[in-house]
């Protein structure tokens, strides 16, 4: 249940005709730039700017070119100490997109990308295609979860708190647990491993302190580098990360492991102990720099609905997509083990189903990209 399938495959089937491109490969930007004239639409999707900013300045002449509109999503739409935001922000505004299509609530978009597009257009996820609950299979999970950590320079702990929280309330009650924050699952895993699972647990995506500037992580970086030990931190565009990119899973997992052992690790993920991300959030002063609210409704929430799996979330806004009480179960610490008992019995009561079904007819990815169209179309009016 790959979002970016999801979105890939919706528009396909919005348009009548379809070139993919793939900027790694030297042989389709060189055909992206003869064609580029014949387009009537251009739509960048997540993956070019989510975890680098070295693939948008490789179209970046010919994009300023453009004779037609150009959607640009964006992906991982948080600060990232070693993904730098001032640089996102400037690469976006040189090709000037018509519209730009953010997973995060409108608001908070608007602000930060000002002045770098005609239009901020919202684009929430949609559930899964082809996915439905079920109630044919046998979930033998009482409690389930994957997924890493949310690492400190995110600045809240939230999901993490969440997770172990309700973890605990579960085994409280002798509910059977299978939780790990230390693995991911593909995508035909992760939709067994949720169709044996009667609830989960979460809190919206991304972060609550999103920064347009990178002034902000200066005092951290300056303490993790005088740390005794430490690894040698590296930006997710340092020398070598573009060639890493390209490399098959198992042998960029490898390489990943070898890097380590000689004390090099890409900072965005590695893994510190919990005094030192303390410390590191401590010296980040929120405060002194505007920021905005980036929390958002995520994929995951929406998968957990299309298989029937009851969710315990953190209270949020989730995008004004998700309702308390319909689509999930709202976590109160103080409650813990009454909200873990009634979710249980949303299986039985028909609450799961139902969440699915208030959102079946408006909440696919096609009602998804048809919205967008929509906003492109209003800018020529």
């Given at each position: 249940m790959s979002y970016l399938n999801e979105w890939r495959a919706a528009w396909s089937d919005a348009a009548e005709s379809v070139e993919l491109i793939n900027v790694l490969k030297t042989s389709d930007v060189d055909r992206f730039k003869k064609e580029l004239l014949s387009f009537d639409l251009i739509v960048i999707l997540h993956s070019m700017n989510a975890d680098s900013n070295a693939w948008l300045p490789r179209v970046q002449t010919p994009l300023s070119n453009r004779r037609c509109p150009l959607v640009m999503f964006v992906g991982n739409e948080y600060?990232?100490?070693?993904?730098?935001?001032?640089?996102?922000?400037?690469?976006?505004?040189?090709?000037?997109?018509?519209?730009?299509?953010?997973?995060?609530?409108?608001?908070?978009?608007?602000w930060l990308y000002r002045g770098t597009t005609k239009?901020?257009?919202?684009?929430?996820?949609?559930?899964?295609?082809?996915?439905?609950?079920?109630?044919?299979?046998?979930?033998?999970?009482?409690?389930?979860?994957?997924?890493?950590?949310?690492p400190w320079y995110l600045?809240?702990?939230?999901?993490?708190?969440?997770?172990?929280?309700?973890?605990?309330?579960?085994?409280?009650?002798?509910?059977?647990?299978?939780?790990?924050?230390?693995?991911?699952?593909n995508q035909l895993d992760w939709y067994r491993f949720l169709r044996s699972t009667k609830i989960s647990a979460s809190s919206e995506a991304g972060s609550r302190f999103v920064f347009d500037t990178d002034e902000i992580w200066i005092p951290a970086l300056r303490r993790l580098s005088q740390e005794s030990g430490a690894f040698d931190a590296i930006s997710n565009d340092a020398r070598g990360m573009a060639l890493a990119r390209r490399l098959p899973a198992p042998l960029k997992s490898l390489l990943r492991k070898f890097a380590q052992t000689i004390g090099v690790e890409q900072g965005s993920t590695a893994d510190l102990d919990q005094a030192l991300s303390i410390e590191l959030r401590s010296l980040t002063k929120i405060d002194q720099f505007p920021h905005v609210d980036g929390k958002a409704l995520s994929s995951r929430h929406l998968d957990a609905i299309a298989t029937g799996t009851w969710q315990i979330l953190q209270p949020g806004r989730y995008n004004e997509v998700l309702v308390p009480g319909v689509h999930f179960s709202s976590?109160?610490?103080g409650k813990g083990a009454e909200i873990v008992s009634d979710a249980l019995e949303a299986f039985r009561d028909g609450r799961a189903e139902n969440a699915y079904l208030t959102l079946e007819a408006n909440h696919s990815y096609g009602s998804r990209v048809q919205d967008i169209l929509n906003s492109l179309n209003e800018l020529g009016e």
């Open positions: 600060s990232n100490p070693w993904l730098s935001m001032e640089l996102r922000l400037a690469h976006i505004k040189s090709v000037y997109p018509e519209i730009i299509a953010t997973q995060i609530n409108i608001e908070p978009a608007q239009k901020v257009a919202a684009a929430p996820h949609g559930l899964p295609t082809g996915v439905k609950p079920s109630d044919a299979v046998h979930r033998s999970i009482d409690f389930g979860a994957r997924g890493f950590r949310y600045l809240d702990q939230e999901r993490n708190n969440i997770l172990e929280a309700v973890e605990d309330s579960v085994r409280a009650v002798g509910g059977f647990v299978d939780s790990s924050q230390s693995q991911r699952f976590w109160d610490p």
